[in-house]
């Protein structure tokens, strides 16, 4: 049998290796149980932010005749005609309404009847102020869009970090206990980071999937389809960005873990990649608000995952803007995994020091 014959061919030896980290996560009880805690914060957090978006109850006002009319065409009111004040009263009494309307000869010609306190927001209606013209009416509720800037940034930087640093610890594992030597025998270690890429690309991407899919689940059940639409394509482009941006990430938590050779070392190579993640999730809520901001980091590979989703969940991407967003990341990508591999096929072997960039860079 030929040496070509004999050699695992590339697909099915990048599927083996990648089977393998599918395993050995699924088995480790560390990894389902912070994958359920961070289902329940994602979840929680969305529910919870969609519960607050939500309009507020309308105010049951009780309206006497011609007190009526300055409640006309105005949100935020449940108005109940009735035949007389008195009829009002009773209603404010028995707490069937917060408050009445019944006219008098005040300039304004009506009054406001209460029982302990009346409601702000009827106050404020029938407050005399000037008109307010809202250019952008088509705006989301700031609350919501808080909690969704929280759950992009969220749900990006703890699955980056948990499938990151098990790639980090998998390959300084490997090197300490001499198993990475039986491995680069036969197969060849490009294919060795390939199948590690790919294997925990794979959970990470049906991790995302199914908190995707809990989310809508979680806006429906709780009437929130309104927002449901707005936030069902953010989502699924989200997920799409985040599985490209994750093959990059996941290349230099690979990399950088093969530069050393104890598991105490890791945070020494890996804390750039580190600082790379924890960044796009401090800057996403913080400036989820902000164009410019959010315009700058559509286009930088590392924030395009949040920033761009955020973005689009706003309304402030042309349509043409998430795909050259994609693009640019997939490109960095596919450069990033070049010299990763680069680094991770000249540093698996050298064991005790770490290894110098310079040396892992080497040709």
Same mark, same amino acid.
């Given at each position: 049998?030929?040496?070509?014959?004999?050699?695992?061919?590339?697909?099915?030896?990048?599927?083996?290796?990648?089977?393998?980290?599918?395993?050995?996560?699924?088995?480790?009880?560390?990894?389902?149980?912070?994958?359920?805690?961070?289902?329940?914060?994602? #979840?929680?957090?969305?529910?919870?932010?969609?519960?607050?978006?939500?309009?507020?109850?309308?105010?049951?006002?009780?309206?006497?005749?011609?007190?009526? /009319?300055?409640?006309?065409?105005? %949100?935020?009111?449940?108005?109940?005609?009735?035949? %007389?004040?008195?009829?009002?009263?009773?209603? @404010?009494?028995?707490?069937?309404?917060?408050?009445?309307?019944? +006219?008098?000869?005040?300039?304004?010609?009506?009054?406001?009847?209460?029982?302990?306190?009346?409601?702000?927001?009827?106050?404020?209606?029938?407050?005399?102020?000037?008109?307010?013209?809202?250019?952008?009416?088509?705006?989301?509720?700031?609350?919501?869009?808080?909690? @969704?800037?929280?759950?992009?940034?969220?749900?990006?930087?703890?699955?980056?970090?948990?499938?990151?640093?098990?790639? /980090?610890?998998?390959?300084?594992?490997?090197?300490?206990?001499?198993? #990475?030597?039986?491995? =680069?025998?036969?197969?060849?270690?490009?294919?060795?980071?390939?199948?590690?890429?790919?294997?925990?690309? #794979?959970?990470?991407?049906?991790?995302?999937?199914?908190?995707?899919?809990?989310?809508?689940?979680?806006?429906?059940?709780?009437?929130?389809?309104?927002?449901?639409?707005?936030?069902?394509?953010?989502?699924?482009?989200?997920?799409?960005?985040?599985?490209?941006?994750?093959?990059?990430?996941?290349?230099?938590?690979? /990399?950088?873990?093969?530069?050393?050779?104890?598991?105490?070392?890791?945070?020494?190579?890996?804390?750039? @990649?580190?600082?790379?993640?924890?960044?796009?999730?401090?800057?996403?809520?913080?400036?989820? %608000?902000?164009?410019?901001?959010?315009?700058?980091?559509?286009?930088?590979?590392?924030?395009? +995952?949040?920033? =761009?989703?955020?973005?689009?969940?706003?309304?402030?991407?042309?349509?043409?803007?998430?795909?050259?967003?994609?693009?640019?990341?997939?490109?960095?990508?596919?450069?990033?995994? =070049?010299?990763?591999?680069?680094?991770?096929?000249?540093?698996?072997?050298?064991?005790?020091?770490?290894?110098?960039?310079?040396?892992?860079?080497?040709?």
């Amino acid at each position: 049998m030929s040496a070509t014959t004999a050699e695992p061919r590339l697909v099915s030896s990048t599927w083996l290796v990648a089977e393998r980290e599918i395993s050995a996560r699924l088995h480790s009880k560390a990894f389902v149980i912070s994958t359920l805690i961070l289902f329940i914060v994602a #979840i929680g957090g969305m529910i919870v932010g969609g519960l607050m978006a939500q309009n507020q109850s309308d105010t049951p006002v009780a309206v006497v005749g011609q007190a009526g /009319a300055a409640l006309e065409g105005v %949100d935020g009111f449940d108005v109940t005609e009735v035949a %007389d004040a008195d009829e009002a009263k009773t209603l @404010v009494k028995e707490g069937e309404v917060d408050a009445a309307l019944v +006219p008098d000869d005040s300039p304004i010609g009506v009054a406001i009847i209460a029982d302990t306190e009346a409601p702000s927001s009827l106050i404020a209606q029938l407050s005399v102020s000037p008109e307010v013209m809202l250019l952008d009416t088509d705006s989301e509720n700031p609350i919501f869009a808080y909690f @969704v800037a929280i759950g992009f940034g969220l749900v990006f930087f703890m699955s980056a970090m948990t499938f990151g640093q098990v790639i /980090a610890q998998s390959v300084v594992e490997e090197k300490q206990t001499r198993v #990475i030597e039986i491995l =680069m025998s036969t197969i060849p270690v490009r294919i060795l980071l390939a199948g590690k890429v790919l294997g925990n690309s #794979i959970l990470a991407f049906a991790q995302i999937a199914i908190l995707a899919v809990l989310s809508i689940i979680g806006l429906t059940v709780i009437g929130q389809n309104d927002l449901l639409l707005g936030l069902g394509a953010p989502i699924v482009w989200f997920v799409g960005f985040f599985t490209v941006g994750f093959i990059l990430l996941a290349a230099m938590f690979a /990399a950088t873990g093969s530069m050393v050779s104890r598991q105490e070392d890791i945070g020494s190579t890996t804390t750039p @990649v580190t600082m790379l993640v924890m960044l796009p999730y401090f800057l996403v809520i913080l400036f989820h %608000d902000n164009p410019i901001v959010l315009g700058i980091m559509s286009y930088v590979p590392f924030s395009a +995952p949040v920033g =761009m989703p955020m973005r689009l969940f706003l309304g402030t991407a042309a349509w043409w803007e998430p795909i050259l967003s994609l693009v640019v990341l997939a490109a960095s990508a596919i450069i990033v995994v =070049m010299i990763g591999a680069r680094i991770y096929e000249n540093s698996l072997l050298k064991m005790g020091s770490r290894v110098k960039w310079g040396e892992a860079l080497s040709r």
